[in-house]
């Protein structure tokens, strides 16, 4: 486990599963990864947000690349 992982998780879920960035303040979401990590910091919906903002901006330089050759 590490935070970044998680963040990235997070995120990848909320974007793939069309998912709201505030679903990390569900309190049974909450319950449930505390659960499994006790004392986890679980990020705020702003933060997923901005989490997925770099992960399309840093895949879509990927892409780019990839339909460049």
């Given at each position: 486990?590490?935070?970044?992982?998680?963040?990235?998780?997070?995120?990848?879920?909320?974007?793939?599963?069309?998912?709201p960035?505030?679903?990390?303040?569900?309190?049974?979401?909450?319950?449930?990864?505390?659960?499994?990590?006790?004392?986890?910091?679980?990020?705020?919906?702003?933060?997923?947000?901005?989490?997925?903002?770099?992960?399309?901006?840093?895949?879509?330089?990927?892409?780019?690349?990839?339909?460049?050759?």
């Amino acid at each position: 486990y590490t935070q970044a992982a998680h963040r990235a998780l997070i995120a990848l879920h909320c974007a793939v599963s069309k998912r709201p960035f505030n679903s990390v303040t569900d309190p049974h979401y909450i319950a449930e990864v505390r659960l499994l990590h006790p004392g986890v910091i679980i990020p705020n919906p702003r933060t997923v947000a901005c989490d997925v903002s770099v992960i399309y901006l840093e895949g879509s330089k990927h892409v780019k690349v990839y339909f460049l050759v």
